[in-house]
C-alpha cells in the first residue's frame, strides 16, 4: 500500500510539466523517471545508502533532462522505503507502467 501511495506521489508531483504532453512525451518522461528509479534500486541493491546513492544517480544520468533529474531526491525516498523484498528489476517496470497509465 505504501508503494502505491508513493508512486502517486511522485505521479502528482510530476503531473504539472505534463499537463500539455503527447502521449509519445509522456512515455518518454515515463521511461526516464523509471531509467533513474532502476539506477537508485540498483545502488540500494549494492549497499549504497541513499546519500550516497543521489549523486551517482544524477552523474550516471547528466545527459539527461534536468527536470527529470531533478526529481532523484524524491525518488530515491520513495525507493529506499521499499521493503527489501520488493526490490529488482520490477520496481522500475512497475512504475513505468503505472506512470504511463496515469491520466491526470
Aim: with cysteine; net charge negative; hydrophobic share 50%.
Amino acid at each position: 500500500m505504501m508503494r502505491l501511495a508513493m508512486i502517486g506521489m511522485v505521479l502528482i508531483l510530476s503531473a504539472p510539466a505534463a499537463q500539455a504532453e503527447t502521449d509519445e512525451e509522456k512515455a518518454a518522461r515515463c521511461s526516464q523517471q523509471a531509467a533513474l528509479i532502476g539506477g537508485l534500486v540498483a545502488q540500494r541493491s549494492n549497499g549504497a545508502s541513499v546519500q550516497d546513492a543521489i549523486p551517482s544517480v544524477r552523474e550516471a544520468h547528466a545527459d539527461m533532462d534536468d527536470r527529470y533529474v531533478a526529481l532523484v531526491p524524491v525518488l530515491a525516498d520513495w525507493v529506499y522505503s521499499l521493503p527489501q523484498e520488493q526490490l529488482g528489476a520490477g520496481v522500475a517496470d512497475s512504475f513505468e507502467a503505472a506512470c504511463v497509465g496515469y491520466d491526470a
